[in-house]
């Protein structure tokens, strides 16, 4: 995780509140700005985004995003302004949630990190249905992922081609000599889906463990060259896969494919959201 300087601390302390029973908080519309988002309606997403993950995770929405309205000058008149006052969880959520590509989403997970996040993700996990567990491992991807292209470039996997190579050693050694191709010819998928979003939890777990621990060897070894880290990501493939044959483990090539893609089930999840707004419990309106 990035480590933080005095002054990139300040960004997010600085806009902290406190209310008078010592509990803390801070604005949506302030923490925007110090997330370098100019626009309300872009930020807007990642919070509905968030509170997705907010429900998934076991918690209750409302208590993490209570909705506020302050009153604002709008020329001659006053206007109510839609707001959130965010626990430190809600923001953590955020910044998980929020363009990975910005240097600033990096400094805002590291300064809302908060060591109890993965266990109660953990300890709620085992309750939730198969459809949220996939939405909570996917979207765990979709950040590792962005990590591991990054050190997989910083490492010397330049191409377009050189990163279709690397991508396909990493789901070769974990499914046993099948590439990309074959694992979607395998689901049975079209054109344009991707195997990611038809994958059940425990085959999306698989992945994960793949990438995140690529992503690791490749930046603590300080891996160098196209071919060593395609070599690396490979290897760490058929470590994952070695552990599943040694505990019992079905084999990822033979697990289920959902009916439903990621997509259907983050658009439920949205759908269900919205219906507790029309009921007045949340305001997901822009």
């Known amino acids: 995780m990035k480590k933080l300087k005095s002054k990139e601390y300040k960004r997010f302390e600085d806009i902290k509140h406190i209310r008078e029973n010592g509990s803390e908080f801070w604005s949506a519309r ?65 910044v998980q949630n929020g ?19 993965r266990q109660e993700v953990a300890d709620h996990f085992n309750e939730l249905d198969e459809d949220r567990r996939r939405l909570v491992v996917r979207g765990d991807i979709k950040q590792w992922n962005q990590l591991l292209a990054e050190t997989a470039h910083d490492a010397g996997v330049i191409t377009n081609e050189e990163f279709a190579i690397f991508q396909n050693a990493g789901y070769m050694g974990l499914y046993g000599g099948l590439d990309v191709d074959d694992i979607h010819k395998r689901k049975g998928l079209e054109v344009g889906q991707k195997i990611l979003d038809y994958m059940g939890s425990t085959e999306l777990i698989a992945n994960l463990f793949r990438i995140s621990q690529t992503e690791e060897k490749l930046r603590k070894d300080e891996v160098s060259g196209a071919k060593s880290a395609t070599a690396t990501h490979y290897m760490v ?38 219906e507790k707004a029309k009921a007045g419990k949340l305001m997901l309106d822009e």
């Not at 985004?49 to 918690?59: K, L, P, T, V």
């Not at 909705?67 to 839609?82: D, F, Q, Y």
């Not at 989403?105 to 996040?117: D, E, K, M, R, V």
């Not at 044959?245 to 759908?271: A, H």
Request: aromatic share 8%; hydrophobic share 35%.
């Open 237 to 274: 493939g058929k470590e994952v896969r070695g552990a599943i044959e040694k505990i019992g483990g079905t084999m990822p090539e033979d697990l289920p494919t959902p009916e439903k893609s990621i997509q259907q089930v983050e658009k439920e999840q949205l759908e269900q959201l919205k």
């Open 30 to 94: 302030e923490l925007a700005p110090a997330l370098e988002y100019n626009k309300w309606e872009n930020f807007h997403k990642v919070i509905k985004r968030a509170m997705i993950a907010c429900e998934n995770s076991g918690h209750i929405i409302s208590d993490d995003f209570p909705e506020v309205r302050k009153i604002v000058s709008a020329g001659v008149t006053n206007k109510p302004l839609k707001d959130y006052e965010l626990t430190r969880y809600a923001c953590y959520l955020i």
């Open 99 to 117: 363009d990975p590509r910005k240097e600033v989403i990096a400094l805002g997970q590291t300064y809302f990190a908060i060591q109890t996040y």
